[in-house]
């Protein structure tokens, strides 16, 4: 509803290739601005720039593959037991608690749609089209809102792929969200 078949069918330029020295150097700087700036943020966007620095050295290739696999599965089983474990129906279902999940869906709603018009904004002063699908990507669902975006591209255009492009705003709404969340931290444990 946002974007017209037309906007749909903007193909983006080729993504220049990002250097092996980027590549390591984006976590590490990352991370030091983030330690000076909001060091709440630090432990919870460390461990993204830990993992993304295991990845791109390609120094421990064995334990960057077992975190990218069989780590992150059992940590995810394991978090959604103890979290399932300590749920009761009579404390989850309550007023409060759908009210947090409504408003996560808006919040979701609205950074989807913000992101779909930001890309239209910029197309007004860009001479590069961007095409406002990727502008929904920005959201912390990786991949998935990538994969979205791709997919109602391709839909459009077959020969659109819009993936690559979209992974860019994918893990800058991670990065916010982390950064969001430390902040957010700071101020409830303040309290």
Known sequence: ALTSEKERKIRMVQLRTVSKREKILFPVVLLLLVALLLPDAAPLLGMF????LMRESG???RLSDTVQNGLINIVTIFLGLSVGAKLVAD???QPQTLGILLLGVIAFGIGTAAGVLMAKLLNLCSKNKINPLIGSAG???VPMA???SNKVGLASDPQNFLL???MGP???GVIGSAIA???MLKYVLAM
């Open 170 to 172: 994918n893990v800058a």
């Open 146 to 148: 990538a994969r979205v």
């Open 49 to 52: 720039c830990f993992g993304n």
């Open 91 to 93: 404390k989850f279902l």
């Open 164 to 166: 690559m492009h979209a």
């Open 59 to 61: 120094v421990v290739e």
């Open 139 to 141: 959201v912390s669902a």
């Open 181 to 183: 969340a430390g902040v």
